[in-house]
Every structure is written in C-alpha cells, then in structure tokens.
C-alpha cells in the first residue's frame, strides 16, 4: 500500500461541525477532534495538499434560528462566526501534531486568522500546510457546502471529500429505512432530481458546471480518509455522466 501513490495530489475536505461533537452532539469533543487531526497528518505525510471548510452546526446553525424568527441574515453571520471556532479547534488539534496549518476567514478579523486570499492559501498548499476556510462563503444564505464547493474551485482541488456518518448515498436514510440502498455512483443530476442529501442544490450545480468529483465517505470509521486519497472505492462517487444506478 505504501509503495502506491496517491490518487488526488491536493483535496478538499468537507466536514460537518456535527463530526466535531461526537457523541455529546453538540460543542467539541478534544477526542475526536484528535482523531481527525491525526487522519489528516497521514494524508499530508503522503505528500498530499490537503484544505478544509468546517460547518458550525454543533454551535449554531443559522437556518434553524431563522426557522425560528431570528433574521436569517444575522443568523447566517453567526452560523459563520461558529465555523470560526470549530477551524481554531482543528488548527490547534493539528499543530499539536506538528502539522502546519492556517486558518483564512471570509470575514476579516486579523486577530484569530488570516484574511481568504487565493494566491495566499495555493501558496500555503505548495508548501505543505494544511489550509482551513474559515466563516463560509462570507456571505449569508449561502452554506458551508456551498463554500466548499467555491473554495474547491478557487484552489484548483481534484475532489471535495466530504465526510459524513454513513458510508455514502443511500436512497433513503439507512438508520430509519431498512430497506434503503447504497449507490456507488451517481451523477450531479441524480442527487439533484432526487433531492439526495449529498450536498445542497447550489454546491452540487457548482460541482456540476466544473466537474468536480464529490465523494462521500464514513468519516467515523478510522483510516477512511486516507483509503479515499488513495483511491480505494469507498462511499459514494458523484462525478459527470456515468450509467444510472
């Protein structure tokens, strides 16, 4: 397995800020944060160029709270401030492993992080650092998965892997529907017509206009992240047009 060589040469990694909470499902758990900052370093000691953009959902979520009578701007520019605090977690948990990493915000506060520059975060990449984006797309009504999608593009990555707790796509939720099944692969227009719970409509159709492969993996299960770097078939592909499932 060592002496193969990496599929993807620099990545980007979705994950939730519910991944952050573990069991407790909400906050952050040191433990698990721990664990996914050591999957990263193996990722990055395979000389792969590793970014990441991290939801705030296990300290605010912005739709909920506008759901709830809060304008959805404000909530949205808090749901972002929450994914702030999730990327200092992680770049603390990964320094502490001796991985370099920095921290770019799409909302300036030059105090805790790095303004989002482009040319500054390929940069960064080049060298080895693991980059996290930080506060979305610095925008309200706009996603996490949105950003991802964006960032992705802007960076030049092969893949967006994004890191869930099942093991892929299923046509209904697995947990709740016995019956649900599996699909290896599917295309940008499946999970659109079928409102598939990949990623949301306007991070897939970006995805979709620049032919961005997602896949989508079991982050809870050790090692997974680096099986997905080099290349085994796990999860769930979302590519162009393949044969429908």
Same mark, same amino acid.
């Given at each position: ?9 620099? %990545? ?7 991944? =952050? ?6 906050? %952050? ?23 990441? /953009? ?8 912005? &739709? ?32 502490? %492993?001796? /991985? ?36 979305? !797309? ?20 092969? &893949?967006? =892997?994004?890191? !869930? ?40 159709? =970006? ?6 492969? %997602?896949?989508?993996?079991?982050? !809870? ?14 999860? !769930?592909?979302?590519?162009?047009? /393949?044969?429908?499932?």
């Amino acid at each position: 397995m060592d002496e193969e060589k990496p599929k993807f040469s620099r %990545i980007l990694l979705k994950l939730s800020g519910e991944a =952050l909470a573990g069991q407790q499902g909400y906050g %952050i758990d040191p433990e698990v944060i721990a664990d996914i900052a050591s999957e990263i370093k193996e990722v990055v000691a395979l000389g792969v160029q590793v970014a990441l /953009v991290i939801g705030g959902g296990n300290i605010f979520r912005g &739709v909920a709270a506008a759901s709830k009578g809060m304008d959805r701007a404000s909530a949205d520019y808090m749901g972002m401030l929450a994914t702030v605090m999730n990327s200092l977690a992680l770049q603390d948990a990964l320094e502490k %492993i001796s /991985v370099v990493t920095r921290v770019q915000s799409a909302i300036e506060m030059q105090e805790v992080a790095e303004p989002y520059i482009r040319r500054r975060a390929v940069r960064h990449l080049e060298k080895g650092r693991v980059v996290i984006f930080a506060a979305g !797309t610095g925008n309200p009504f706009f996603t996490t998965d949105t950003a991802a999608s964006l960032r992705a593009m802007e960076i030049g990555a092969e &893949v967006i =892997l994004k890191a !869930t707790k099942v093991d892929g796509v299923y046509s209904a939720d697995p947990v709740k529907d016995k019956t649900a099944v599996k699909y290896p692969t599917l295309t940008y227009l499946d999970v659109l017509k079928k409102g598939l719970q990949v990623m949301d409509a306007t991070a897939t159709s =970006l995805c979709m206009d620049n032919d961005l492969p %997602i896949v989508v993996f079991n982050l !809870t299960q050790r090692g997974n992240i680096k099986k997905v770097v080099m290349g085994e078939q796990i999860g !769930t592909l979302v590519k162009g047009d /393949v044969a429908h499932v």
